[in-house]
């Protein structure tokens, strides 16, 4: 397996466009995660999935964001509009649950700027 | 979840041997111990995960006290390949049914010369 894939690697932007991030999970994982990672405030969980449905979302930080998993195999993180703030590094990980010793697998992530 | 602290930076030479200790007092019975390694511009990746005593793989070792309100990760002669950012994450199931993982700041290391 490639690995959890990530598009595209690097975003810049205007403010008020816009974004859309991709991740495709290891095939047969059933948990998928997305972090934002920022100097100031480390790695953030911002949503996550189980088995295609979102769980918790407490993590969005505005209504601006919003995710989807339409199925196993692909998931989107949306912004809109963006602002230079959301510039971050934005990561997808998937996991196939199995207890509490599960271990989760990240991407590349995405490096966005909002300009 | 249990809260973790670990120091925010490390400093070490290569071939020395580098312990990177995690404090979880809160750490709850069913809770495993798990850290993840960060290099610059690259997700986290798992490194080691245990619930008592000692694990051993091929990367590290991990040391957890009777008590377990702490472990220490242990990396054998490191080199300037190591630096990077160890990540400690004690943690249980979440209401929803999944393992999530859940990041503190971690712990910089650098390994010089």
């Known amino acids: 397996d490639a690995g959890v894939i990530q598009s595209p690697r690097h975003e810049v932007t205007e403010m008020g466009q816009e974004v859309t991030l991709r991740c495709k999970p290891i095939s047969g994982h059933n948990s998928l995660f997305w972090y934002r990672q920022t100097m100031m405030r480390g790695l953030e969980l911002l949503i996550y999935?189980?088995?295609?449905?979102?769980?918790?979302d407490s993590g969005m930080p505005e209504d601006r964001f919003s995710a989807k998993m339409p199925n196993a195999s692909f998931s989107t993180l949306k912004i809109q509009p963006s602002e230079p703030r959301d510039s971050a590094v934005y990561f997808c990980a998937s996991s196939f649950f199995r207890g509490v010793n599960t271990e989760a697998f990240f991407g590349q992530g995405t490096r966005l700027t909002v300009v | 979840l249990a809260k973790t602290t670990q120091p925010i930076s490390m400093d070490s030479y290569e071939g020395q041997e580098v312990n990177i200790t995690c404090s979880h007092n809160n750490i709850a019975t069913n809770d495993y111990i798990t850290w993840y390694q960060q290099f610059p511009s690259q997700g986290p990746r798992f490194i080691i995960q245990g619930y008592k005593t000692k694990v051993t793989n091929e990367v590290a070792s991990l040391f957890i006290p009777a008590d377990r309100k702490s472990s220490t990760l242990s990396l054998p002669r490191v080199s300037l390949s190591d630096t990077a950012v160890y990540y400690c994450?004690?943690?249980?199931?979440?209401?929803?049914?999944?393992?999530?993982?859940?990041f503190g700041r971690g712990t910089s290391l650098i390994v010089h010369p």
């Open positions: 999935f189980n088995n295609n449905v979102p769980i918790d």
């Open positions: 994450l004690v943690g249980d199931i979440s209401s929803g049914g999944s393992y999530i993982p859940t």
